[in-house]
């Protein structure tokens, strides 16, 4: 079983910048890749970006692509999310998770993700 923990989330002006982590524990050497998702009130839960765990490849959604940066640190067993020049429209709870199966390409469907932390909100205020 794995853990997944997310951090950093708040309230910042559009414009600003947070860093976002999700701490993995357990077991975490079955992981092939980690995603963030969002979800905003009365909304789809939605794909924002994905690392694979080795190697490092990124796949990121058109709305946040050049903003957003996902990165990780294996010895640390977290991954990150660098949130630049935030849109009050990234308004929403984001949520870190795993994908276990290797795919060819990074998945963006959330039913390909099988463990989720427990979300940290993000406001961005005008």
């Known amino acids: 079983q794995v853990q997944l923990v997310e951090s950093g989330g708040g309230l910042v002006q559009a414009g600003g910048s947070l860093r976002l982590s999700c701490a993995a524990s357990g077991r975490t050497f079955s992981v092939d890749a980690m995603g963030w998702f969002r979800q905003a009130p009365g909304k789809e839960r939605e794909f924002v970006a994905a690392?694979?765990?080795?190697?490092?490849?990124?796949s990121y959604a058109d709305s946040v692509q050049g903003r957003f940066t996902i990165s990780r640190d294996n010895a640390k067993n977290t991954v990150y999310l660098q949130m630049n020049s935030l849109k009050p429209e990234d308004t929403a709870v984001y949520y870190c998770a795993r994908d276990i199966v290797f795919r060819r390409v990074l998945s963006i469907r959330r039913e390909d993700y099988d463990y989720w932390g427990q979300g940290t909100q993000v406001t961005i205020s005008s």
């Open positions: 690392i694979r765990w080795s190697g490092g490849t990124t």
